[in-house]
């Protein structure tokens, strides 16, 4: 059941699911009922390669949006030849009416409000893994692609071989859960991861990949390319010729690890920095990172980084960041 407002048309809407009885009309209209097994296959689908709920947690194709696909182009298996050629910023419709424009990943102008995009809460992600997904079903049909096998955490020795393949580190952090809803939740999980990446990168610390698990904690993991950086690092200053460049050379004179020298008319010196260690610069400078509004005050459980950062505890998260197999692929 929807609770929503009774309205007589979508120029009266007072919440943001008064359109629901509308959508349920227009689909009942206009679905025949052979294209109906062509919904719930097109549905088992998308749950399967992991893009169905339009919820914050998924950022997904929503039901509504799957069904005027049907309507659209037919049947399941025209769906996905569409979708194989879609690209970013991709605009459907089903009515001829000039609509407002979107920004979105993909636009699908509603048929019962114009001035709405049904798949406004897909994202990019999203969007690219339906349609990869769509090209390896049309060139290899299987079943995986609607009941994919269960995914286990892959094991600590597989995910330590792979980090030292690459010669990178991995760094954790565990923060308490706090007590809001999905749909606040992880836009500021995924803003808070984000503003940890930003942070790190902006003492040299390299992010190259990233991702996240929420259980009863949350775990930020991130893969960096050194968890450990030189005390010194090059840094740049004025020209020469320039008047206040005497404030660089007092300055650095007392402070750096070299005496400042010319490079190229400029003046130069290698400066120590604050952060020698990923883990410190966390610890130290998390709260002042651009952290979702709930996060910014939850308590910060551990920051694990290297061989410390590889236990049974972190193993799902590890895996949510390790394990690049697709759902079909399992």
């Not at 679905?31 to 893009?51: H, I, T």
């Not at 990943?105 to 897909?122: G, I, K, M, T, W």
């Not at 996060?295 to 895996?319: H, K, Q």
Request: proline share 5%; with cysteine.
């Amino acid at each position: 059941m929807v609770p929503c407002y009774r309205i007589m048309d979508t120029t009266r809407l007072r919440s943001a699911v008064d359109r629901t009885p509308f959508h349920t009309q227009y689909v009942r209209s206009n679905l025949r009922d052979e294209q109906k097994k062509e919904v719930r296959l097109l549905k088992q689908f998308a749950k399967g390669v992991g893009v169905y709920g339009a919820e914050a947690r998924t950022q997904g194709f929503s039901g509504y949006l799957l069904e005027l696909l049907i309507i659209r182009f037919d049947s399941f298996r025209q769906v996905l030849e569409e979708a194989s050629s879609w690209k970013r910023g991709a605009v459907l419709d089903l009515a001829d009416e000039a609509c407002r424009k979107f920004n979105d990943p993909l636009v699908f102008h509603d048929p019962v409000d114009a001035n709405r995009n049904v798949a406004s809460a897909l994202s990019a992600q999203s969007l690219a893994r339906f349609i990869y997904a769509a090209r390896c079903y049309l060139d290899r049909p299987s079943e995986r692609f609607f009941f994919p096998n269960r995914r286990e955490p892959l094991k600590l020795d597989d995910m330590r071989a792979m980090l030292e393949q690459r010669g990178t580190g991995p760094l954790v952090i565990t923060m308490r859960r706090p007590h809001i809803i999905d749909d606040n939740l992880y836009p500021q999980i995924r803003r808070s991861l984000e503003g940890a990446c930003t942070m790190l990168e902006g003492s040299d610390f390299r992010v190259i990949d990233r991702a996240y698990h929420v259980a009863e904690d949350i775990r930020f993991v991130l893969e960096l390319e050194s968890l450990e950086l030189p005390r010194g690092r090059y840094h740049s200053g004025p020209p020469a010729w320039v008047e206040n460049s005497n404030a660089f050379l007092e300055r650095w004179e007392k402070e750096g690890l070299s005496r400042p020298y010319l490079v190229n008319g400029h003046w130069a010196v290698v400066a120590p920095r604050a952060y020698t260690r990923a883990d410190d610069l966390v610890r130290s400078k998390l709260s002042a990172a651009a952290l979702g509004s709930d996060l910014r005050t939850a308590e910060v459980l551990s920051v694990n980084m290297g061989a410390s950062a590889i236990s049974e505890r972190n193993r799902p998260a590890l895996s949510a960041m390790l394990d690049k197999r697709m759902n079909w692929e399992i």
